[in-house]
């Protein structure tokens, strides 16, 4: 299984970047995606998960408000818009899959795929 992430940059502060997940192997349809960002010299943070039915979104409150969630199964892909970018956003972003439920969305211990990541920047 690979997971791949893309469609980081740099952007100015209030724009926006749409960054997109696909995997091969596995169908992301069957499994709840969550995306996650690690800024540097910070711990890792979820800040977003949908659910393999598509019903329900997450937001860390970080981003709620200005990053939406988003699935296309029949392209196995899934989105994350990001609006109205804050210099804190910046980031190197991965999406991974969620294979169980055990735990919260927010952790990481439910996850086992995981992407390389890919970079966000936004300057001021």
């Known amino acids: 299984v690979q997971v791949m992430e893309f469609g980081g940059g740099l952007v100015q502060a209030g724009e926006s970047l749409r960054l997109s997940c696909t995997a091969s192997?596995?169908?992301?349809?069957?499994?709840?995606v969550g995306w996650f960002r690690q800024a540097p010299g910070k711990e890792r943070e979820a800040i977003s998960y949908?659910?393999?039915?598509?019903?329900?979104?997450y937001y860390a409150s970080s981003v709620e408000g200005r990053f939406t969630v988003s699935r296309d199964n029949a392209n196995n892909m899934v989105y994350l818009q990001m609006d109205r970018l804050k210099p804190e956003d910046k980031a190197t972003y991965y999406c991974?899959?969620?294979?169980?439920?055990?735990?919260?969305?927010?952790?990481?211990?439910?996850?086992?795929?995981w992407g390389q990541g890919t970079q966000v920047k936004v300057s001021s």
């Open positions: 949908k659910t393999k039915s598509g019903d329900y979104k």
């Open positions: 192997g596995l169908n992301l349809g069957d499994y709840g």
């Open positions: 991974a899959i969620r294979t169980t439920a055990t735990h919260s969305w927010r952790y990481d211990a439910g996850y086992k795929y």
